[in-house]
């Protein structure tokens, strides 16, 4: 009897407690949501950058070798797209979303002649930038898989990646330090570029045949991983040049493993990934013995250092700002990233010879010679008149118009843009850093689960692929759409407007211009605001809520262009 009493009374007091921790955590929720955001600044002038010459001079090369095709095919320019759609795929390019109606209004305020390299800085300048790119370059260095379980980190991978890219560390750096560093994979996070290839068994050691796939790949555009079994039959590789010719063989591909022979735990384990002197040996097709295979480049061997441990060697070669195959490679998937299709298809694969776009080449020649800048590299590209073409134009638009850049290419989004951009287009203000903890934690994790079920191409991110059902049924009838297009003053942009603009055309306005960053046409605002006319509360942000979710669906919204 007495216990009973005790419990009783412990409820009694523990009750009103519990409930008020919980409405105290929910005023915080929405105090944290409805919380003044800093102020979008605009900056005073243009960024150093484009006032060097020979930013400009770079510029003009490039225009003038990726117009001569075109005007040799007698094909037609498309005309400039407008500053609004620019900004839409330089946010889709460097953050992987569209623009909050937030920034399309700091985007106003600057002058029309600007508004694009400010953007440009805008961006570049944001954390979100950063984020974005390393996720985008860990794929092609370390993979998609989660690697093994103990030696492998890939957040702490992608934040020191991320740190390096917004400090603005040259991207030669970086690869030195990925391919050359020793250390925990904790405390010295490049390393985990070796310790993704490593398995948890007792010999713990990277692996040379992936990890040369990988530096060959990712480094260089060399898909040389061909040759670990065999001769290159088929003539796809050449390491000398048209007039002089080397043709591949496996030797190339071994020498380069076997500079990744000694990478191994050290003893004892806590002081990380360090080097021994492992040979490499390897059986070749058609011999009945192992070869001790010493370290060789397959090509350029003149810029190798005689000394130096291995991987140091190794890093300073693929790196050297003469090496002409490392500035292409890093180009060409920079371009990938801008205009979701590369200069030279594949993005991993690029011939050593002169048989490539000279543009590729003058825009390598400006980045080796500017210390590997990646900012200087994205405002090249992005001021290029091919990147702020439009994508529609008054005569026939052909496959061969996209191939020689005549018009801006469209192609589908990748299934992180289309989560990004789902989630940015449903709020008014930017999901950046300035967000509160709390959007930020359940847009990751509803962003995760959005692509457990869409899909993702994984390191092979810039090969198309057409529209699935799946995917379209993901968009129609999943709970991600169906929560960011549902009544929610708090969460949804749409309730937002609906409840705060009264005017219909203006509230049309306002949503396309979150959703889509454009204005919508004549048509489309009487369409709508027939669909809104005479209703109120909580009818009017459920008409507003099928608008959204019309918008989201729609084929304009999944597309780049």
């Not at 080796?368 to 026939?396: K, M, N, Q, W, Y």
């Amino acid at each position: 009897m007495v216990q009973n009493t005790q419990h009783s009374v412990k409820r009694r007091i523990l009750q009103p407690l519990l409930m008020l921790v919980a409405v105290l955590v929910g005023l915080t929720v929405v105090a944290a949501t409805l919380s003044e955001r800093p102020e979008i600044k605009l900056s005073a002038g243009r960024a150093q950058t484009y006032i060097d010459g020979r930013f400009a001079d770079t510029l003009a090369t490039v225009n003038q070798q990726l117009d001569e095709p075109v005007v040799q095919a007698d094909l037609r320019f498309a005309p400039a797209a407008d500053n609004l759609t620019v900004a839409r795929r330089l946010s889709m390019a460097l953050v992987g979303s569209g623009l909050s109606l937030e920034e399309v209004r700091a985007l106003e305020l600057v002058p029309a002649e600007k508004q694009v390299e400010w953007w440009t800085d805008y961006l570049l300048r944001d954390r979100r930038w950063a984020d974005y790119f390393a996720e985008r370059f860990s794929r092609a260095f370390v993979g998609t898989n989660n690697g093994p379980f103990l030696l492998f980190r890939r957040r702490k991978f992608n934040a020191w990646l991320a740190d390096q890219f917004r400090e603005g560390v040259g991207y030669d750096k970086i690869v030195r330090s990925m391919l050359s560093s020793e250390g925990l994979w904790t405390d010295t996070p490049q390393v985990n570029f070796v310790t993704a290839t490593m398995d948890e068994g007792e010999d713990q050691r990277g692996d040379p045949i992936r990890l040369a796939g990988r530096t060959s790949r990712a480094f260089l555009a060399q898909r040389i991983d061909c040759l670990q079994c065999h001769d290159d039959f088929l003539g796809q590789h050449n390491f000398g040049s048209l007039a002089d010719p080397i043709e591949g063989a496996q030797e190339h591909f071994h020498a380069l493993a076997a500079f990744y022979a000694g990478t191994a735990l050290a003893d004892p384990v806590f002081r990380g990934i360090t080097e021994d002197d492992r040979s490499y040996l390897y059986k070749f097709l058609g011999e009945s013995d192992e070869r001790n295979i010493e370290p060789a480049v397959p090509f350029f061997p003149e810029l190798l250092p005689d000394e130096g441990k291995p991987r140091a060697r190794l890093a300073h070669w693929v790196t050297h700002k003469d090496n002409r195959a490392f500035s292409r490679a890093t180009v060409n998937r920079i371009w990938a990233l801008m205009f979701s299709l590369p200069l030279v298809e594949p993005v991993d694969s690029i011939p050593l010879d002169d048989s490539v776009p000279p543009a590729l080449d003058s825009l390598a020649d400006d980045f080796a010679a500017h210390g590997f800048d990646l900012r200087r590299l994205v405002r090249l590209i992005a001021s290029t008149d091919a990147f702020r073409r439009d994508s529609r134009a008054e005569f026939p638009i052909s496959e061969d118009h996209e191939r020689t850049w005549a018009v801006f290419p469209i192609t589908q989004l990748r299934p992180e843009q289309v989560a990004g951009s789902l989630f940015q287009a449903c709020k008014l203000t930017a999901i950046d850093e300035s967000s509160s903890i709390f959007t930020r934690l359940k847009v990751f994790g509803e962003t995760q689960e959005f692509l457990r079920r869409f899909g993702d191409r994984g390191e092979d991110e810039f090969e198309s692929e057409a529209v699935t059902i799946p995917q379209r049924l993901v968009m129609m009838n999943g709970n991600l759409v169906s929560e960011r297009t549902k009544v929610d003053l708090v969460n949804n942009a749409g309730s937002r407007i609906a409840a705060l603009v009264s005017d219909d055309t203006r509230a049309i306005e306002l949503v396309f211009l979150s959703g889509l960053n454009r204005r919508p046409a004549e048509s489309e605002t009487n369409s709508l605001v027939e669909h809104l006319a005479g209703k109120s509360r909580n009818a009017r942000s459920r008409a507003m809520g099928d608008i959204y979710w019309a918008m989201l669906n729609s084929t304009e919204f999944s597309w780049n262009h």
